[in-house]
Every structure is written in structure tokens, then in C-alpha cells.
């Protein structure tokens, strides 16, 4: 009979099979770089995504991983796991009623003052592929077309290089139902020659969005102050103590009556409370 911390393939995935003591290690090591909480339920997970990796390596077990990721070459293939077990699930207009509030509520006040001179930002925090933040750079294109003769920009971060890098190219698949449901789509994305379903973003809209590699848990480089930050379905994965260190990092670097936005099943908790106040469906203001 198979001990429970042993280290095995199966025959038929090629998975290993982690022991608790390993799994632990890996956790630990994700929580104290990112933040985020690796729970038992995602064990299985965390076992399918990896596996090849190790495979790749040449390493007979997770044993011997968390060794490789403990040494003296470990920074690097920490950087590898990383990017192996974040999730990236996203798609345009995701949570509209965001891009709602956007558009109707929050955007003719922003306009009027890159209008007058003033600067603009929008944050798109864990953007994963970009959908989010070129969601938002069609919304503010729809309010005022000539965003590029005033000093309007949407910064887009997030900890995978990866899914950073299809943001850039700006090539998506979209399916025919989000075209059809967001008009905006249409407009602003042109299809690629003979690859079905396969858009690319505007040479107008790419201009509005910078792309960067940012990890949420570090020292964040930003010098200037944004008018809507939107970080949604990211920090659900974060503890509740890194969740509270958080929000006063957004509040502090809100301009007053700067807007948050986050996902559905997130809630700002913790000393932000006082400065945070609900406005909408997890839509939050600074009050000061």
C-alpha cells in the first residue's frame, strides 16, 4: 500500500503525487511572494500543473523541487511556479455593470478634466490577458473618440509575464456570442486575416494601454495618483490578512473621490472601511 507522503507517477497521467510536507513548502512559498493562499482543495491542481514541470526538469519527485526552489537557483524557478499555478480567467466586459457605472457615471467628469488639461489614469490591477483594461479603453473611446489629443492612460499589471505578453500583441479569440452581446467590440477590433475568430485591438485603442509585471505584494513603483483602479477577482484568492494590507495600498493611491472596483464575491474589510465607502455593486469611493 502506497504511504500517503510518498512521491510517485501514475501510469496513465504521469502526475506525481505530492506529500503533505512538500505541499506545504509549496504553499508557504506562493503565500509569502504573492499572497496567495494555496488550500487543500487545490492540491490536485497544484499536482496537474506541475508535474510537467518537473518533468522538464529532470526531478524524480516534489521533494526534490522544493530543494531546487530553496537553493541557490530557486528566485528564478519560484518566478516559473508562479506563473504555473496564478489563474487567468477573464474575457471582455466581464461584470458589466462596471463598465456601466463607467461609462454613465464616473468617465463625463474624467473627460472634462482631460479636456481641461488635467491628467487622467485608470489602473487595471491583475489584468491577466488584457481583456479588462482594453474593456475600459473602449468604454472611455465610446464617451470621447479623441482620447488621444488629451493626457488619458490605463495602466495594466499583473504578476504573469505570460498572459502580459498577449495583452501587448493584442490579439484575441472572441466568440461570436461577446461580439454580438458588445457592439464595442466590433468597433474597435479589426479580424485577422484568414484565422477564424481571431481579432486584433486597434492601433487607437493599444495606444491608450500600457502594459507592465507588477506582483500586488511588493513595493508598487508608481509615482502619480489614479482617478478608478479596478481590481477585480484577484484578491479573493489572497488570505484575509493580506486582503486588509491591501485595500489602504489602493486607497492611498487613489486620487479624492477615486473610484475602486472589484469582483463579485469580494468585500473591503479592515482599516480601509474608513476611507473606502460602498457606492454600488462592489463599487467603492474615496471619501478622503
Known sequence: MMQANAATTTPSSSR???????FGALARLLRDETGIVLTEAKKGLAVSRLSRRLRNLGLPDFET??????????????QEMILLLTTNVTRFFREGHHFDQLRDAILPDLVAKAKSGGRVRIWSAGCSSGEEPYSIAMTALAVFPALDTVNFRILATDIDRNVLATGRTGHYRVPPQDRAAHPLIAKNMESVAGQDDLFEVSPKLRALVQFAELNLQQPWPMQG???????????IYFSTETQQSLWPRFAAVLQPRGHLMIGHSERVTGPATDRLRSCGVTQYQLTH
Not at 16 to 22: L, N, R, T
Not at 65 to 78: H, I, M, R, V
Not at 225 to 235: E, G, S, W
Request: net charge negative; glycine share 10%; hydrophobic share 45%.
Open 225 to 235: 495618483k489614479f482617478d478608478v483602479i479596478f481590481c477585480r477577482n484577484v484578491v
Open 65 to 78: 523541487y522544493c530543494a531546487l526552489l530553496s537553493g541557490p537557483d530557486g528566485k528564478a524557478e519560484l
Open 16 to 22: 506525481q503525487v505530492i506529500g503533505d510536507a512538500a
